[in-house]
């Protein structure tokens, strides 16, 4: 099915371990995202891309890393993990990064939670 | 920085009710809106946008009025079902920016 394949749904880390939260889209969309959503709150924007080698940072980049080797995958990594960073991390993908019939398409998320 | 905000963090209807859920933006460059439905485990889904050019916009069952002039967005349900229960969240961007979203309206609707 068409859409945003985010992997794994669910990890555990303990505090400074690394991960790399996977997200792959086959809409052939220029535009990818990451969101990063606490209990009770809305999304806020870790980092984005406008295509491929090109990245730009949100309104919550720190401690992250991203990169965007190909149109399709954009990896979102954790070098040291934090408690803070127990959280539900949504990717997006959009034809455009502010117009467009559908907004954006959102992947099913990453629970996940540092101890 | 600049934000998305929502009034009401629950809002509880009985079925067949129509549901007002409402949301004040910040950002008078915001262009560009859009509500999103997000149920329990899920990632947000897309239910109507609206451009700033237009105060009021319709689909099925949902209807969006947008009010520059007090910057507030509001999405209205019409005979509003149990399956509308779930998290509603306004998202406002400006032409060549990211999305950015408010904090959510939980909505509950009892049979």
């Known amino acids: 099915n068409a859409g945003v394949t985010q992997t794994p749904k669910f990890r555990i880390l303990k505090i400074g371990q690394s991960m790399t939260l996977q997200c792959a889209q086959d809409?052939?969309?220029?535009?990818m995202y990451w969101y990063r959503q606490d209990p009770g709150m809305g999304l806020k924007l870790i980092y984005y891309?406008?295509?491929?080698?090109?990245?730009d940072k949100g309104e919550v980049p720190n401690g992250y890393n991203v990169s965007r080797s190909t149109t399709e995958d954009f990896p979102l990594r954790l070098e040291l993990a934090a408690p803070s960073q127990t959280s539900v991390y949504f990717c997006a993908s959009s034809y455009s990064i502010s117009r467009g019939a559908d907004g954006y398409t959102f992947g099913s998320g990453t629970r996940l939670t540092v101890v | 920085g600049e934000s998305v905000g929502l009034h009401l963090p629950t809002l509880s209807v009985q079925e067949g009710d129509n549901s007002i859920i409402n949301c004040a933006y910040s950002n008078s460059a915001s262009d560009y809106f859009i509500w999103y439905k997000q149920e329990s485990g899920k990632g947000p889904q897309f239910i109507i946008d609206i451009r700033s050019n237009m105060d009021k916009r319709q689909g099925q069952r949902v209807t969006v009025l947008l009010n520059k002039t007090v910057k507030h967005l509001s999405l209205q349900i019409a005979a509003t079902q149990p399956g509308d229960s779930a998290v509603y969240f306004c998202?406002?961007?400006?032409?060549?920016?990211?999305?950015?979203f408010g904090k959510g309206t939980t909505l509950s609707v009892s049979s």
């Open positions: 891309s406008v295509g491929a080698g090109i990245t």
């Open positions: 998202a406002e961007t400006q032409a060549g920016t990211a999305l950015i």
């Open positions: 809409m052939n969309h220029n535009y």
